[in-house]
Structure formats: C-alpha cells, structure tokens
T-cell receptor, first 108, second 113 residues
Framework: LAKTTQPISMDSYEGQEVNITCSHN???????ITWYQQFPSQGPRFIIQ???TKVTNEVASLFIPADRKSSTLSLPRVSLSDTAVYYC?????????FGKGTMLLVSP | DSGVTQTPKHLITATGQRVTLRCSPR?????VYWYQQSLDQGLQFLIQ???????AKGNILERFSAQQFPDLHSELNLSSLELGDSALYFC????????????FGSGTQLSVL
C-alpha cells in the first residue's frame, strides 16, 4: 500500500493561497490521488481527485507531476472557514488509510 | 448532508460494557467502512464490508466486530470496553469500486467512563 507523507500543520492568513504537498513515492499505476477535508467533530469530506497533471474544481486545484510521486493541493484565497485537517490518500482500492493529515490554521 | 446516517450520535457507557453502533449507507452504495478517530491516533481504518461480505480489515481489535445486513446497513459491536476505546467512530459508504470517493456520516462519539 502506498504511504503518504504530508506536513503535520500549516499556518496561513485570510486571502492567501495555500499549497499543501503530499509525497507518495511508491504510488501504484492504478492509484488515484484523493484529498479530503475534515472539520472538528465531523466526518471527512471529499475535496478533489486526480490521476495526473492538473485538476480543478470549484474549491481547489490539484497539481500532479509526471512521475506522480507527489501532489499539491492548492486552495485559492483561503478564509477562516478553511481551517481544517486535510488528508491526502493514494490507495486505489478499499481501505483508504487517512493517517493524521495536515492541520491548516487560517488566521485573520 | 452526505446521505450516510449513524446512530446514536453520542454514547456514554462504562468499562466492561458492550455497545452497538449503527450505520445506514447512502442509497445505492454497497460498501460500508468503519473508522475510529481518537486525538492521538488520527483516523484509523477498522473494517470494510461490500454487499454483506467482509472485504478488508484494518486495525480492528478482537473485542470489536462488525457485520453488514441484507438491507446493507451495518453495525459495529464493541465489547469489553476500555477507557481507551473512547473515540469518534465514523462510518462511510461508497459503491465499492476502486478510487471512488467516500461519503462519511457525522459519527458516533463514544465515551467510556
């Protein structure tokens, strides 16, 4: 199973762009890269998923280099409500090991 | 609203007791996952069921068991409870295909006193 490494925590200010990078050196050919967001006392919520290059939706962008050994979640112009834990997952089937994620704190 | 329903929302019990947590997946989803989240361990995968059959097992203790019923709802049974079992227990569901996103319920907060 692919192991992911991401920073334990990050700090930012309102209006800034935040980039959270995840390393997944032994990603398998069939694995997609998926990011979830979790607020305190709530279940994680899907943000974005990609396989290669760049994916963008209404809340975030996901950048994946050609070797797919890392990925970067980009949150444009964060607000206080983006304070949450962000998880990077790369398993293609079942278990979806979440780990401890990255705690993003957005300050005024 | 994710469409996944977990009951009860809160549960307070004593050490040595047994409790049952219930999960109803989103309509049409065949797969159910159980996770445990405590402050020091993060979100830990416990077990997955697909259409009534166990598909994957994670860090689930022998004191814990689960099942998925023909109507696809699932129950997580926790027995001989210890103080360390106090945690948030989440259920998630998906159609069960690779790389699918999971939809999580709002969790059951278990407090063992």
């Amino acid at each position: 199973l692919a192991k992911t490494t991401q920073p334990i925590s990050m700090d930012s200010y309102e209006g800034q762009e935040v980039n959270i990078t995840c390393s997944h050196n032994n990603i398998a050919t069939n694995d997609y890269i998926t990011w979830y967001q979790q607020f305190p006392s709530q279940g994680p919520r899907f943000i974005i998923q990609g396989y290669k290059t760049k994916v963008t939706n209404e809340v975030a962008s996901l950048f994946i280099p050609a070797d797919r050994k890392s990925s970067t979640l980009s949150l444009p112009r964060v607000s206080l409500s983006d304070t949450a834990v962000y998880y990077c997952l790369v398993e293609g089937y079942s278990t979806l090991t979440f780990g401890k994620g990255t705690m993003l704190l957005v300050s005024p | 609203d994710s469409g996944v329903t977990q009951t009860p929302k809160h549960l307070i019990t004593a050490t040595g007791q047994r409790v049952t947590l219930r999960c109803s997946p989103r309509s049409g989803d065949l797969s159910v996952y159980w996770y445990q989240q405590s402050l020091d361990q993060g979100l830990q995968f416990l077990i997955q069921y697909y259409n009534g059959e166990e598909r994957a097992k994670g860090n689930i203790l022998e004191r814990f068991s689960a099942q998925q019923f023909p109507d696809l709802h699932s129950e997580l049974n926790l027995s001989s409870l210890e103080l360390g079992d106090s945690a948030l227990y989440f259920c998630a569901s998906s159609a069960g295909e690779p790389n699918e996103k999971l939809f999580f319920g709002s969790g059951t907060q278990l407090s063992v006193l």
